[in-house]
């Protein structure tokens, strides 16, 4: 018998912002220790991995750093002054000054800020219950997926597709703008798997040489922002050399005439010129796909965080439509299995409650938001207080300048409840310490699967910290709402509920099966039944102003960005920012392998193996600005500029640059991070965080 089978095991689900949304094995030691984290291998995405900072979660957990206590500041706003207080005290002291800013501007004052530090749908979503009951300013979640599940939407018309774990039954896997190995490693699971024992081909879409594209056969390093050029020339080649499904588009798409006439002019060499992929590249991708019929396009979010992303999305996503891969078991196209799960969430987040009339506040553009820009603020009082829970926007959100001058304003309170002392908490007027979700009750559901997972507190916390639920429901009582519905419940009540409404049983049952399993059919998954559209076809035409989406803005908030630029068809739309003569680089800020946002950059093995925030630098221009390996460097453009050390790497392309990771403030040599460079500004139509899509300069130091 083995160590691992030696332990007494726990069960639960990754709670990070991660799309594998892994079920767990956790060596529980005693009632409050873990040992290591290991993949569930009876879960059949997750299939026994999952990544390595996960796997080190004691590391997070029994961390000598974690908040245990509530504290007040003592001092000036970022002096690092702090008394401890009772858990009695700092809410009673919240909810006093929440009830003076509303009694001086209304109740649009307060905004509950929120997002996906836990994915666990009590944890994460209760804090909406509040807002509802107390009139607070909306929340218009932009963040992460606004740009990706737009696109989708215009051409499958559902957020659904075929079953992830039909990768390993593919003839040829394309890993479209997400760093897989790094980001989601279950995907690589079933591709290689589908290497192996299949021989299929691996193909990688990237704007650089990273971890994922190392082990494909086929590698694209095009420059950022111009995938949906690649997606065109594809296309026409499709058509032109006979590869295109003629039976498949009459049956199943909107106008494919009309799109193989748009695409008679997006040649390979148009692309080309674009994507500064050579002709023979775009050529062999698009004979390989238009040979191999099981090709599962897997899209990822990375390529469509650009101005232009949504465009990219719809793009990408149409080559499965004209090449007819959707027919195929091992064929398609996939972004998200968000649309399957339909729970209903009602009662926990209070939306009966919602009073239509209050504004809603971009949560992308809270530095905008608190620096006080009308448009930001449509037409409502300035923002005096904050309650914020899973985030750390001082760190991650864009125009990080504007964010931190909001924060620092005399006359805004701030609550921030976090497990470490964030770039966001030391700013803070009260800081409560949070449970980790080891130590509460909640349940998850997997966008880049089809598993609804139990994640049951498995071990107590260290004394102090608190759960998200108890902070919402002791504020209620003090704010005069804790007898609304909704409140005066606990989370496996809220579970029961949620999992009742949609005839999944409840807490108990699901704690004893761990997860159920909700992918749709073949026909359905694959929309052989028809696509998500009225018309049951898959649109080449999009509707970019008419068209439903999961996170389309309120009506009150009206389109964003230069919607009359969008195509037609697919197409490249030069809406990002373009390089130019007094910002000749362009800058993507991608993902760390052993960070995830702002989190896991706190644990020890984390730090030591990322080393220090780095720019990844052609050789050749390197040389033209006279820099070596692990020079200073320092990027700007008209939102700041940040210092990092050039690392020289032959594997992107002149022109730009890769700053990987979300690193503290602190970690930066100025105390500024590199969301300093990225823009707040709301991307055509729905909204979003273009976080890849910079113009900067560049100078030695």
Wanted: charged share 25%; net charge neutral; glycine share 10%.
């Amino acid at each position: 018998m083995n160590q691992h089978a030696k332990l007494r095991i726990g069960h639960s689900a990754c709670p990070h912002d991660c799309p594998s949304t892994c079920a767990l094995e956790v060596e529980l030691l005693d009632g409050k220790r873990i040992g290591r984290v290991h993949g569930a291998k009876a879960n059949s995405y997750t299939a026994g991995v999952i990544c390595a900072k996960v796997a080190r979660y004691a590391d997070r957990v029994h961390h000598p750093d974690r908040l245990l206590k509530p504290l007040i500041r003592a001092g000036a706003k970022g002096e690092g002054a702090w008394k401890e207080a009772s858990w009695e005290a700092a809410l009673d002291l919240v909810a006093e000054k929440f009830i003076a800013a509303e009694a001086k501007y209304g109740s649009e004052t307060v905004w509950p800020y929120y997002y996906a530090g836990t994915m666990g749908l009590v944890q994460r979503d209760g804090i909406e219950r509040l807002r509802h009951a107390k009139r607070y300013s909306g929340f218009f979640s932009s963040i992460c997926t606004n740009l990706a599940w737009t696109g989708w939407m215009m051409g499958a018309g559902a957020l659904r597709g075929p079953d992830p774990r039909e990768m390993a039954k593919s003839d040829c896997v394309v890993i479209w703008g997400t760093n897989a190995v790094v980001t989601q490693v279950n995907v690589m699971t079933h591709a290689v798997k589908a290497r192996k024992e299949r021989g299929a081909k691996i193909v990688v879409i990237d704007v650089y040489e990273n971890a994922t594209m190392k082990q494909a056969d086929l590698g694209l390093v095009l420059k950022p922002g111009t995938d949906g050029a690649l997606a065109c020339a594809v296309m026409h080649v499709l058509f032109r050399d006979g590869m295109a499904d003629r039976a498949y588009l009459q049956k199943y798409t909107d106008d494919p005439h009309g799109l193989e006439a748009h695409l008679q002019t997006r040649t390979p060499q148009w692309a080309a010129d674009i994507t500064g992929l050579s002709v023979d590249e775009i050529e062999a991708f698009a004979r390989l796909v238009g040979t191999t019929k099981k090709t599962y396009f897997r899209l990822g979010y990375g390529f469509s965080r650009q101005r232009n992303g949504s465009v990219n999305m719809h793009a990408a996503a149409s080559i499965a439509a004209v090449a007819g891969c959707w027919q195929y078991e091992g064929g398609g196209a996939f972004h998200s299995n968000s649309g399957i799960f339909k729970l209903n969430q009602e009662v926990l987040e209070g939306t009966r409650m919602r009073d239509s009339s209050i504004r809603h506040l971009d949560h992308s553009r809270i530095g905008p938001v608190l620096t006080g820009a009308a448009d930001a603020l449509y037409g409502g009082p300035p923002v005096t207080a904050l309650l914020i829970q899973n985030t750390n926007p001082i760190n991650v959100a864009p125009e990080q300048r504007l964010v931190k001058q909001g924060f620092l304003r005399d006359d805004l309170f701030s609550c921030v409840h976090e497990q470490f002392m964030t770039d966001t908490a030391k700013l803070a007027d009260v800081v409560l310490p949070a449970t980790m979700f080891l130590e509460h009750d909640d349940v998850y559901k997997g966008g880049g699967n089809q598993h609804i997972t139990l994640g049951p507190k498995l071990i107590d916390p260290p004394e102090g910290p608190r759960t998200n639920h108890f902070v919402i429901e002791e504020l209620g009582k003090r704010l005069g709402v804790g007898d609304k519905p909704g409140f005066g419940m606990t989370e496996q009540q809220h579970i029961d509920i949620i999992l009742g409404k949609r005839g999944l049983g409840s807490f108990d049952s699901l704690k004893q099966d761990k997860w159920v399993d909700l992918q749709p059919d073949f026909e359905t998954a694959h929309f052989i039944t028809g696509f998500g559209h009225a018309d049951k076809k898959f649109h080449f035409r999009a509707d970019w102003t008419g068209q439903a989406a999961p996170n389309r803005p309120p009506k009150s908030m009206g389109l964003f960005g230069p919607v009359a630029s969008l195509p037609e068809f697919p197409d490249h739309v030069d809406l990002i920012e373009v390089a130019d003569a007094a910002h000749p680089f362009r800058l993507t800020t991608s993902p760390a392998r052993n960070f995830l946002n702002s989190t896991f950059s706190e644990t020890p093995v984390s730090k030591a193996k990322e080393g220090r925030p780095e720019l990844l630098l052609h050789p050749d221009d390197a040389a033209a600005y006279g820099l070596a390996n692990g020079d200073r460097v320092e990027i700007g453009n008209a939102r700041g500029e940040v210092v990092l050390h050039a690392r020289l790497f032959d594997g992107i392309k002149r022109g730009v640059v890769v700053a990987e990771g979300i690193w503290p403030n602190s970690a930066h040599e100025r105390g500024e991070g590199i969301n300093v460079l990225t823009g707040a500004d709301a991307p055509a139509p729905y909204g979003g965080a273009a976080f890849h899509d910079n113009k900067v300069w560049l100078r030695a130091l």
